[in-house]
């Protein structure tokens, strides 16, 4: 997920690009509405990052954004790294989940300026190690990062060898890990899972069957319960708790390659392209002015990974029952 410093290979993200950009073609700005200003939305390109929750952000703007403002909307799939060139590159119009990036915030935003912050998404986002609820039951000790060595052995598979197996999810993902094992000297070995959907996946048969497993994970997150906290209206939601590591504090992780501290609280955020902020398009006010809940969030993810409704229909269902959040984000842009 958004998150530290994991990046795309050079040649999958010369291959995704170009996938964005045809994604991002079509829609002629003469087709469409104008608000009641006399503005004409036209294009709106919204990066997709590869996890459900991102996707229940970028649809409900989406939503709104076509439906109200008269935008062309669309969704190119794209890692973390892939859609900041884009907006640098005007081929994106935003992301409207960031995690962090220092090092992009740097290039794009302070340096180039080509890519603006547009705010909180009000979303509090946490990245770290989790095991299933039964194994933090069973051995309490194993939430301290101190006795991680002490279960190693535990954590072995075909993967990692001699060493405890750390799970990793898609290798866009922002991740400290390697960094972590290797300078708190612990026996363990990162595997790379893939997607968000196999995390779940490893967890869900790791619950079931009683069967060991440290991975990196996160939060918000619609199927999971963490350290016992409650996903109200999800069925059979995965029971996780988190593993404690050395606390962070401001600076811990400035240097990638001596981090020895747990992940920071992430205050999420939007982006938008500089091409796009001076564009006059109304969305640009709608996805400055959208700021909504973890709760929120999950209640549309779980329309579509629990319910099976399509993002648009899930984003559709969240709009029409929450009419006063969707008129608060539509000030400034010409329409009620």
Not at 44 to 51: E, H, S, T
Not at 229 to 249: E, F, M, N, R, Y
Request: proline share 5%.
């Amino acid at each position: 997920m958004g998150r530290g410093s994991a990046r795309t290979r050079l040649v999958a993200l010369a291959a995704v690009v170009g996938l964005g950009l045809t994604a991002c073609g079509g829609g002629n700005i003469s087709d469409t509405k104008t608000t009641s200003g006399g503005t004409s939305c036209g294009d709106l390109r919204i990066a997709v990052n590869p996890w459900t929750g991102y996707v229940s952000n970028a649809h409900v703007i989406g939503q709104i954004a076509k439906e109200k403002l008269g935008c062309n909307v669309t969704y190119p799939d794209v890692k973390e790294e892939v859609g900041w060139q884009g907006m640098a590159s005007g081929d994106i119009d935003t992301i409207v989940e960031n995690w962090g990036h220092a090092d992009l915030v740097k290039k794009y935003i302070d340096e180039q300026k080509s890519v603006e912050d547009a705010g909180l998404t009000g979303n509090e986002g946490l990245i770290g190690w989790f095991v299933p609820q039964w194994m933090a039951d069973k051995y309490p000790d194993i939430l301290d990062w101190h006795n991680l060595n002490k279960y190693a052995s535990m954590f072995k598979t075909s993967e990692s060898g001699g060493q405890g197996q750390l799970l990793d999810g898609d290798p866009s993902y922002v991740t400290n890990d390697e960094a972590l094992v290797k300078n708190l000297h612990l026996n363990y070995k990162v595997v790379v899972g893939g997607s968000e959907a196999a995390l779940l996946t490893s967890f869900k048969s790791a619950e079931k069957n009683k069967t060991p497993l440290l991975a990196y994970f996160y939060t918000p997150q619609w199927y999971a319960e963490v350290d016992g906290a409650s996903t109200p209206g999800v069925k059979d939601p995965i029971q996780i708790a988190h593993v404690k590591l050395p606390k962070w504090t401001p600076g811990c992780d400035d240097d990638a390659a001596k981090v020895a501290c747990d992940y920071p609280p992430y205050h999420l955020n939007k982006l938008i392209s500089t091409k796009f902020a001076d564009s006059g398009s109304p969305a640009v006010a709608l996805i400055k002015n959208f700021n909504w809940t973890n709760e929120d969030q999950n209640t549309v993810s779980s329309y579509i990974g629990q319910d099976g409704m399509s993002p648009d229909d899930a984003a559709q269902k969240w709009i029409d029952a929450n009419p006063d959040k969707v008129a608060a984000w539509l000030k400034g842009t010409g329409v009620s």
